[in-house]
Nanobody, 115 residues
Framework: QVQLVESGGGLVQAGGSLRLSCAASGSIFSINYMGWYRQAPGKQRELVAS???????NYADSAKGRFTISRDNAKKTVYLQMNSLKPEDTAVYYC?????????WGQGTQVTVSS
């Protein structure tokens, strides 16, 4: 069993910052892929940022220059530092990991950016 617990979401004014965390627990020896996705009302879930065990990172165009993904392998945790937030960043943010070829999703954390 693998569990993912996200935290750090909330309400912030435009221009503000939030840091999301996603901690993995359970039967995990190593984690290859760790990513953050988001889903706004009425829209499909989309990739925000991802990182692999080789520390390659990938960002959506909307996140480049504002968001930073990082990971702490010892803590089995992935972070998403979000700066210069905009109202269009409002969404439920989900983390996703891959271990032994299996993918797991977190339960999501709400991020609301007011104008």
């Amino acid at each position: 069993q693998v569990q993912l617990v996200e935290s750090g979401g909330g309400l912030v004014q435009a221009g503000g910052s939030l840091r999301l965390s996603c901690a993995a627990s359970g039967s995990i020896f190593s984690i290859n892929y760790m990513g953050w996705y988001r889903q706004a009302p009425g829209k499909q879930r989309e990739l925000v940022a991802s990182t692999t065990s080789g520390e390659n990172t990938n960002y959506a165009d909307s996140a480049k220059g504002r968001f930073t993904i990082s990971r702490d392998n010892a803590k089995k945790t992935v972070y998403l530092q979000m700066n210069s937030l905009k109202p269009e960043d409002t969404a439920v943010y989900y983390c996703r990991i891959s271990t032994y070829g299996n993918f797991y999703w977190g339960q999501g954390t709400q991020v609301t950016v007011s104008s």
